[in-house]
């Protein structure tokens, strides 16, 4: 937070020397890059909880780096243990990575020492992974309150279009149901942690691209809408209404 836009500024020259800087170099470790988007291109965030999980996780990688596209994963610290190579990976491919709770908790009504060990934990871990970063938070379930919005150190990350897919897991349902629905500026929520939801970000992934839609994190998605990231503001959609 607090850089500004940087899409406009930074240079490709620039972003490569940043993603070059060794860790704890400060931004390098935190910003995803600046997204190379026409002006006017309809953009959209694509979202993923509760990962890592090797099997599916590693596969949607794949799949995105082959598109050349990048997303933001929401990750559960209890899950990064023996997960270090498939989080850097992620890092390395220029995906944003967030925070989802230590152990997927609500953290409205938690104490303040319960929150506290809920981000820290996992901020903590994070860290011994990717050196140090601002990784922005989505409380598990969409659920805060107003204490969990003046705790906030970073944006609360939302999302407007949500599939629901993991009531189900078909496909096909989900791919009709993004695709249906998405305009300019959403964030999508899905999750890296089934098979059915890898097949279909893919599917979404391919179609909006068809349909002349741009992917980028929502880190990009604020820069490119002219948007400064404070704590405790809420990401639903940008623009937003
Ligand atoms: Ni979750």
Redesign the pocket.
Request: glycine fraction near 0%; avoid cysteine; aromatic fraction near 16%.
């Given at each position: 937070m607090g850089k500004g836009r940087r899409g406009a500024a930074l240079t490709l020259a620039a972003a490569l020397t940043l993603a070059l800087a060794p860790p704890g170099a400060g931004p390098a470790q935190t910003a995803t890059g600046p997204a190379r988007v026409p002006d006017q291109t309809p953009l959209v965030a694509l979202t993923f909880?509760?990962g890592p999980r090797p099997a599916t996780t590693e596969r949607l990688l794949d799949g995105l780096a082959l598109r050349e596209v990048p997303a933001t994963f929401f990750l559960i610290g209890c899950q990064l243990e023996g997960n270090g190579d498939l989080v850097r990976e992620m890092k390395a491919r220029g995906h944003q990575i967030g925070i989802?709770t230590f152990d997927?908790v609500k953290v409205a009504g938690l104490s303040r020492a319960e929150y506290d060990e809920q981000l820290g934990k996992t901020r903590e871990a994070l860290t011994a992974i990717l050196g140090p970063g601002e990784w922005w938070f989505r409380p598990?379930?969409g659920l805060m309150d107003e204490e969990t919005r003046a705790r906030a150190d970073s944006p609360l990350v939302l999302w407007s279009v949500d599939p629901e897919d993991w009531k189900d897991r078909d496909t096909e349902r989900i791919v009709a149901a993004v695709t249906e629905q998405a305009q300019d500026g959403d964030i999508i929520l899905l999750h890296d942690i089934y098979d059915s939801s890898v097949d279909a970000a893919l599917r979404i992934v391919d179609t909006l691209l068809d349909r002349g839609f741009a992917f980028v994190t929502v880190e990009q998605l604020l820069a490119l809408r002219g948007v400064e990231p404070e704590p405790g503001m809420t990401c639903i959609r940008f623009p937003f209404g």
């Open positions: 909880d509760d989802h997927h598990p379930y």
